[in-house]
């Protein structure tokens, strides 16, 4: 499955972005999704995850109350809604398609397919 992120932006501590995923495969209410970011000189580290459903989710702590990950299968498209944006959310963030919640837990997995990265920039 090919995948397109994008959304990411420039804004202020507080404020707020929703990031996209779109995905090229009709079949996409068979992967399981998540969100990944990297940080300059840091490794990449998961986000949130959403299974083929949209009705189990997963989160780092970090950003649990925050972050909302969604999915519309209709859309062939994934949703990261980012509120109260702190500096330390600043990365690259990156969109997965994974064939098990178990895998998409995972830093990588066999059958991971990556989208590009959208750059997410939150100013103090």
């Known amino acids: 499955v090919q995948l397109q992120a994008f959304g990411g932006g420039l804004v202020q501590a507080g404020g707020s972005l929703r990031l996209s995923c779109a995905a090229s495969a009709r079949t996409f209410s068979a992967y399981d999704m998540g969100w990944f970011r990297q940080a300059p000189g840091k490794e990449r580290e998961f986000v949130a995850a959403?299974?083929?459903?949209?009705?189990?989710?997963n989160y780092t702590d970090s950003v649990k109350g925050r972050f909302t990950i969604s999915r519309d299968n209709a859309k062939n498209t994934m949703f990261l809604q980012m509120n109260s944006l702190k500096p330390e959310d600043t990365a690259v963030y990156y969109c997965a398609a994974d064939r098990s919640f178990k895998d998409i837990l995972l830093l990588s997995s066999p059958r991971r397919s990556w989208g590009q990265g959208t750059q997410v920039t939150v100013s103090s």
């Open positions: 959403v299974n083929w459903a949209g009705v189990n989710t």
